[in-house]
């Protein structure tokens, strides 16, 4: 069964202490679908997804609303700003040392943030 991004943005993060494993490169890609956007880093721990946004100050609003959310959901993805405008934001579940169905559903959430992009 196909999950959608509507199904992961009614879903919230669900607190990790670690002892549960990472999802099977299976999984991932099933949840991934949902998030076509981003990518899975080649050691398959990881989700990524970067933007050229239209300036500095998009990007550190871009930022900001990021935030927002990873608090309320109570899981933080690694911010990266190069370049006054690149932005790139990296998923994973530090507890277990991969990636869990919370990455998917803060992945889903960032999605759903407007940002003005370069044109």
Known sequence: MTITTEQLCSRHCVACEGGLPPLTPALVEHFR??????????????LTRSWRVKDFLTALDFFQQIGQIAETEDHHP????????????????????????????????????????KR
């Open 33 to 46: 679908q949902a998030v076509p956007s981003w990518q899975i880093t080649p050691d398959g721990q990881r």
């Open 78 to 117: 690694d911010l990266h700003l190069v370049g006054y405008r690149q932005v790139t934001v990296e998923i994973w579940t530090h507890a277990v040392g991969g990636l869990t169905e919370n990455d998917f559903v803060l992945a889903a959430k960032i999605d759903q943030v407007p940002v003005e992009l």
